[in-house]
């Protein structure tokens, strides 16, 4: 099973094309995401993400990391939902469950804030899983990226799937000596020895890349190069476009700050509420009693 934001081998379309019109339009959804509050674009940037992982043959990595970003998405909800940040007068109710007010601006806000997750994340994946770091690191080199800043965000894609390999390596070895939890029960126990072996693979990395001369002053020249043929570059110029009118229409259209006023139904209001408080309350729980018994 690959981790999050690891790099898949294909001949997709997708991955035939250059990570610098890729990442173009990964800084279009981005740029769009952070223009605006309303739910109707962000859904739009987010559904069309999907798509596009589905299309090039990595849906399923882009499902399993909204399914393991879920509990995030879900404290979400419940936060704003129960104690919204900001609210302008008067504060609607949408729902009232014993002491607790489900405002309908607050849940608004909530899901907002979701489907902003969920069009950077989705975009994310398209990109990442389908672009090897050495192309990635090449890719953001010819967009003058300062090489340092470049290799570091290389290098952070790279860790993901090593997190991944050491997390699988302790499992293994609690297995080995009869411990019995599966799937999420074995994850909290595991996590601590696994974070200590990244951190010492990464030290060791890092003395290796002092040794090498890393940092010093000096040309310095890639091994990996990425080409950029027209349609590329079409690509490339188009993502640009998409940014800055995606932006722009976020700011003048809908406001980095309006949402739209919605009527939540009550019975609709204590479902989405209910149910995400129960996701991220699963977790919570599930997760003090795997400290509590290591």
Known sequence: ????????????????????????WF????????????????AVVAVTGLALAALSGVGRPALRTMAVLGPLAA???????????????????????????????????????????????????????????????????????PYTAAFMGSLTVQLVPVL??????????????????????????ALRPAFVATFERVQGMAISMEARGFGLAGARTSWRYVGLDRVDQA??????????AGVGAG??????????????????????TAVSAAAFGWLLVRALVLTARG
Request: hydrophobic letters at 60%.
């Open 251 to 272: 700011i003048a259209w809908w406001g980095l700050d309006s949402l739209p006023v919605v009527v939540w139904p009550a019975a609709v209001a204590v479902v989405v």
């Open 27 to 42: 800084a279009a959804a981005v740029g769009i995401a952070f223009a605006t509050y309303h739910p109707v674009p962000l």
């Open 235 to 244: 690509l490339a110029i188009l993502g640009a476009v998409a940014l800055v």
């Open 164 to 189: 991944g390999r050491e997390l699988e390596i302790v499992l293994a070895a609690q297995r080995a000596r009869g411990m019995s939890a599966r799937g999420f029960g074995a994850l909290i126990p």
């Open 1 to 24: 099973m690959n981790s999050l934001f690891t790099f898949v081998p294909g001949t997709s379309w997708l991955h035939r094309r250059s990570p610098v019109a890729k990442l173009a």
């Open 75 to 145: 404290s979400i909800i419940v936060l704003q939902a129960l104690a919204p940040a900001t609210c302008v007068a008067p504060c609607l109710v949408a729902a009232q469950v014993g002491p607790f007010a489900i405002g309908g601006a607050g849940l608004t806000r909530g899901v907002s804030l979701v489907l902003r997750v969920l069009a950077m994340e989705t975009w994310a994946v398209a990109v990442l899983v389908t672009t090897h770091p050495s192309d990635l690191f090449a890719g953001l080199r010819r967009l003058h990226v």
